[in-house]
């Protein structure tokens, strides 16, 4: 059985950066989209990024346009979500998800429930 495995996370100051990891046993190759979602103590899980195989389209969540980015290296099974300007408002478990048929398309907000697969989590605290 294929399994998502996250790691990178961990406390740091607002305003610095994380990159998140999530590796995969099998192959990336077998998602099509590669997202991450996050859930907040008491809140919904959200969709925060996604990235398609066929063409390399993402998704961004507004709150973390222009400071996250996501990547996929296929030759690693890995895909990545780099986050710079952290806030705290960004605290949350952070989940890789993956999924053999979605598509990532710019203004059709993420619903986990389309995801197949899914990571375990890491934990990321911004705090001064």
């Known amino acids: 059985q294929e399994q998502l ?3 990178g996370g ?4 607002p305003g610095k950066s994380l990159r998140l990891s999530c590796a995969a046993s099998g192959s990336t190759l077998d998602y099509h989209a590669m997202a991450w979602f996050r859930q907040a103590p008491g809140k919904e899980r959200e969709g925060v990024s996604c990235i398609s195989r066929s063409d ?6 507004d709150s973390v346009k222009g400071r996250f980015t996501t990547s996929r290296d296929n030759a690693e099974n ?15 478990v952070y989940f890789c998800a993956g999924d053999p048929d979605y598509y990532c398309e710019p203004g059709q ?15 990321v605290t911004v705090s001064s």
């Open 5 to 7: 495995v996250e790691s």
């Open 10 to 13: 961990g406390l740091v100051q």
């Open 56 to 61: 390399g389209s993402t998704w961004y969540a």
């Open 78 to 92: 890995t895909v990545y979500l780099q986050m710079n300007s952290l806030r705290p408002e960004d605290t949350a």
């Open 109 to 123: 907000p993420l619903a986990a429930r389309d995801f197949h697969s899914w990571g375990q989590g890491t934990q």
